[in-house]
Nanobody
């Protein structure tokens, strides 16, 4: 089992910044990659950014150049630095861990609201 706890969401004005953090615990040695997803009201959950154990990253086109994902293996945390936020970034953001056996674990989500 892997447990994920997100923090750092909130309300921010357009153009502002927020930093989300995801703390992993449990069978963390089994985690291969970690990702951030988001789900806006009435929309499907979408991948935002991901990072592998080796540190390779990938981003959705909509957030490239504005969001940065980072991983601290010593602290078992994955952060998402979000800059130049737009109202369309408003969503519930979820932390996801993909294990080496390709099993998904999810956090409870944290709300990000960007006002115009």
């Amino acid at each position: 089992q892997v447990q994920l706890v997100e923090s750092g969401g909130g309300l921010v004005q357009a153009g502002g910044s927020l930093r989300l953090s995801c703390a992993a615990s449990g069978r963390i040695f089994s985690i291969n990659a970690m990702r951030w997803y988001r789900q806006a009201p009435g929309k499907q959950r979408e991948a935002v950014a991901g990072i592998t154990r080796a540190g390779s990253t990938n981003y959705a086109d909509s957030v490239k150049g504005r969001f940065t994902i980072s991983r601290d293996n010593a602290k078992n945390t994955v952060d998402l630095q979000m800059n130049s936020l737009k109202p369309e970034d408003t969503a519930i953001y979820f932390c996801n861990a993909l294990t080496i056996t390709e099993y998904d674990y999810w956090g409870q989500g944290t709300q990000v609201t960007v006002s115009s």
